[in-house]
């Protein structure tokens, strides 16, 4: 069988749309030779529709959306396999079902729903979908398969340890006759996904020895970027067939000849998440109605890097970077952001707040009367930034994007209303470890953009006089281990101390900054997901608590 492997990216809750391109790619498949062509999760519906699912309304549309693609590709010789969102029957539960659909000469001949509803990380189907109680044989060309839907194909319990669940719907359609597996996805991205992605599917080929097609969903929806990397496996695990990672892409496989086409995928996991970044920061500002956007070049590597990523996003002519110095910038700080800015091609301007930061403090002096400086003064600096940014956006229509990183979002190391002030967080989940690695592969796509000098200058935030980083934290590699273990793998603080040979009192200091800014973190833009464990949707810490370590 001669299958399509379509690598879509939908627009949540546009139906009419996703089907409109849909439609185009069916046509496509058939007139490259497939007999079956088969979407993702959700495709018609875009993933996550989050509580769209909630409206009758939006079910009616997604049915009327699914009989329009059946009939729109009943001309065509191809089978279309397609993710959608369905009405449940059923007295009791929810209301709405994750489906599969399989549709053949303009009728809708199958229906399979999702059994195993995810509820961890960034996932939250349980809140939406009615679970299926069983599942059923898709005959697909006179093949029995095992069509599935992301999470269903993700319990072997040959593979994990631990499973989440008690029933395992790959292994009971095999048990039934299945000669293949499909599994349609929508899986996000986190750095080293999609290599357990391919060891969790080998396994499968391998037990049942029949072959495997994984689509998956391809594009940025809010904080979570999908990578697609779609493939065809054959019976011993082997990869005969892979989409583009970061792009749409139809890929053909012949299933009898076990051959098809092989695209590029980014072995080099650094280069993955700087184009995770790149999509997702797309896709949010398209999808979001914006097309231009401005940056805070503060001459560090901070803005730097997210102003590399929005030119590969949205285009040079698209992106204007603002200095903004103030009493405490240095020289170098101006310069270095001209220059890049320069190298760039982007807009540049320059608004000066010493002056409105002056009169600031010459109002408020009366009442600060008796108190000496503190944090509030530097923060004023940074929320005279902010509100500078934000003026330009209103007059322009441009998206402000913010440049904190992981590291200081962590320990709150940032400023509400200041420099936390923004549309999109771009990189609030990447490390600042990380954040140095990815700008030096940015400048070798941008013919060294950054300034030499923005990499090796001391990380200052500039709102006193020589002020480092370092005066207020640990440096970032030894702060950036401990995060991980203590935001991606949960661990206590002495269990930390001990494996990485740190001082208590020094964990114990990092994990209590953590705890505390939960405040600042749930104010914050949202932000592109790419480690295991980022700030956002898929950690859900409770802001008034008391729980201590």
Same mark, same amino acid.
């Given at each position: 069988?001669?299958?399509?492997?379509?690598?879509?990216?939908?627009?949540?809750?546009?139906?009419?749309?996703?089907? =409109?391109?849909?439609?185009? *790619?069916?046509?496509?498949?058939?007139?490259?030779?497939?007999?079956?062509?088969?979407? $993702?999760?959700?495709?018609?519906?875009?993933?996550?529709?989050? =509580?769209?699912?909630?409206? $009758?309304?939006?079910?009616?549309?997604?049915?009327?959306?699914?009989?329009?693609?059946?009939?729109?590709?009943?001309?065509?010789?191809?089978?279309?396999?397609?993710?959608?969102?369905?009405?449940?029957?059923?007295?009791?539960?929810?209301?709405?079902?994750?489906?599969?659909?399989?549709?053949?000469?303009?009728?809708?001949?199958?229906?399979?729903?999702?059994?195993?509803?995810?509820?961890?990380?960034?996932? #939250?189907?349980?809140?939406?979908?009615?679970?299926?109680?069983?599942?059923?044989?898709?005959?697909?060309?006179?093949?029995?398969?095992?069509?599935? &839907?992301?999470?269903?194909?993700?319990?072997?319990?040959?593979?994990?340890?631990?499973?989440?669940?008690?029933?395992?719907?790959?292994?009971?359609?095999? /048990?039934?006759?299945?000669?293949?597996? &499909?599994?349609?996805?929508?899986?996000?991205?986190?750095?080293?996904?999609?290599?357990?992605?391919?060891?969790?599917?080998?396994?499968?080929?391998?037990?049942?020895?029949?072959?495997?097609?994984?689509?998956?969903?391809?594009?940025?929806?809010?904080?979570?970027?999908?990578?697609?990397? %779609?493939?065809?496996?054959? *019976?011993?695990?082997?990869?005969?067939?892979?989409?583009?990672?970061?792009?749409?892409?139809?890929?053909?496989?012949?299933?009898?000849?076990?051959?098809?086409?092989?695209?590029? #995928?980014?072995? /080099?996991?650094?280069?993955?998440?700087?184009?995770?970044?790149?999509?997702?920061?797309?896709? !949010?500002?398209?999808?979001?109605?914006?097309?231009?956007?401005?940056?805070?070049? *503060?001459?560090?590597?901070?803005?730097?890097?997210?102003?590399?990523?929005?030119?590969?996003?949205?285009?040079?002519?698209?992106?204007?970077?603002?200095?903004?110095?103030?009493? !405490? %910038?240095?020289?170098?700080?101006?310069?270095?952001?001209?220059?890049?800015?320069?190298?760039?091609?982007?807009?540049?301007?320059?608004?000066?707040?010493?002056?409105? !930061?002056?009169?600031?403090?010459?109002?408020?002096?009366?009442?600060?009367?008796?108190?000496?400086?503190?944090?509030?003064?530097?923060?004023?600096?940074?929320?005279?930034?902010?509100?500078?940014?934000?003026?330009? %956006?209103?007059?322009?229509?441009?998206?402000?994007?913010?440049?904190?990183?992981? %590291?200081?979002?962590?320990?709150?190391?940032?400023?509400?209303?200041?420099?936390?002030?923004?549309?999109?967080?771009?990189?609030?989940?990447?490390?600042?470890?990380?954040?140095?690695?990815?700008?030096?592969?940015?400048?070798?796509?941008?013919?060294?953009?950054?300034?030499?000098?923005?990499?090796?200058?001391?990380? *200052?935030?500039?709102?006193?006089? #020589?002020?480092?980083?370092? /005066?207020?934290? $640990?440096? !970032?590699?030894?702060? =950036?281990?401990?995060?991980?273990?203590?935001?991606?793998?949960?661990?206590?603080?002495?269990?930390?101390?001990?494996?990485?040979?740190?001082?208590?009192?020094?964990?114990?200091?990092?994990?209590?900054?953590?705890?505390?800014?939960?405040?600042?973190?749930?104010?914050?833009?949202?932000?592109?997901?790419?480690?295991?464990?980022?700030?956002?949707?898929?950690?859900?810490? $409770?802001?008034?608590?008391?729980?201590?370590?």
């Amino acid at each position: 069988m001669r299958i399509a492997l379509a690598q879509f990216n939908p627009t949540v809750g546009d139906l009419a749309g996703n089907v =409109d391109r849909m439609v185009r *790619s069916a046509r496509d498949a058939a007139a490259r030779g497939a007999e079956a062509v088969v979407f $993702p999760e959700l495709s018609l519906a875009g993933y996550p529709p989050r =509580d769209l699912v909630e409206k $009758p309304s939006f079910l009616d549309a997604s049915e009327r959306e699914l009989q329009r693609l059946a009939r729109e590709t009943r001309a065509l010789d191809v089978s279309v396999i397609c993710g959608y969102v369905g009405r449940s029957d059923a007295e009791t539960g929810k209301r709405a079902l994750n489906r599969a659909a399989l549709i053949e000469r303009g009728e809708i001949v199958f229906r399979q729903s999702k059994m195993l509803l995810p509820t961890y990380d960034v996932f #939250d189907e349980a809140r939406y979908f009615r679970p299926a109680e069983r599942q059923h044989l898709c005959t697909l060309r006179g093949t029995p398969v095992a069509l599935t &839907i992301c999470e269903d194909a993700w319990n072997d319990r040959d593979y994990w340890k631990h499973r989440l669940y008690q029933r395992d719907p790959v292994e009971e359609l095999f /048990d039934a006759g299945a000669q293949m597996l &499909i599994c349609i996805n929508a899986s996000p991205y986190n750095m080293g996904k999609r290599a357990i992605r391919r060891s969790v599917y080998r396994a499968a080929a391998r037990r049942y020895g029949k072959p495997v097609v994984y689509v998956n969903q391809v594009g940025g929806n809010d904080q979570l970027v999908f990578d697609g990397t %779609s493939f065809t496996m054959n *019976s011993a695990g082997e990869v005969i067939a892979q989409a583009r990672s970061f792009e749409e892409d139809l890929v053909l496989c012949d299933l009898g000849a076990g051959t098809g086409e092989r695209n590029e #995928d980014f072995a /080099d996991e650094c280069e993955a998440a700087y184009q995770a970044l790149v999509l997702g920061t797309r896709d !949010y500002i398209r999808k979001c109605g914006f097309s231009k956007v401005l940056i805070g070049l *503060s001459g560090g590597i901070d803005s730097a890097l997210t102003a590399v990523i929005a030119v590969d996003a949205v285009g040079e002519e698209n992106v204007t970077g603002v200095g903004m110095p103030g009493p !405490y %910038s240095s020289e170098h700080s101006v310069t270095d952001a001209r220059a890049m800015a320069e190298k760039l091609g982007i807009r540049f301007e320059l608004i000066s707040i010493t002056g409105i !930061y002056e009169r600031f403090l010459q109002e408020l002096n009366p009442v600060f009367a008796g108190r000496s400086a503190d944090v509030t003064e530097e923060n004023l600096q940074s929320r005279l930034r902010g509100v500078t940014l934000m003026a330009l %956006s209103n007059k322009t229509g441009a998206m402000v994007l913010t440049t904190g990183n992981k %590291s200081e979002l962590a320990v709150g190391y940032c400023t509400l209303y200041g420099d936390m002030c923004g549309g999109l967080a771009v990189i609030s989940d990447v490390p600042k470890t990380l954040v140095y690695k990815l700008a030096r592969l940015a400048n070798q796509r941008h013919q060294g953009a950054i300034p030499e000098s923005v990499f090796t200058k001391p990380p *200052s935030a500039e709102l006193r006089p #020589d002020q480092k980083d370092t /005066d207020s934290l $640990p440096p !970032y590699e030894v702060l =950036d281990t401990i995060l991980e273990a203590y935001v991606e793998r949960n661990q206590a603080p002495r269990e930390i101390a001990a494996s990485l040979k740190l001082p208590l009192e020094q964990v114990l200091d990092i994990v209590n900054k953590v705890d505390r800014n939960e405040y600042k973190r749930q104010q914050a833009a949202p932000g592109l997901k790419v480690t295991t464990k980022a700030f956002g949707v898929g950690r859900r810490m $409770p802001i008034a608590q008391r729980f201590s370590q």
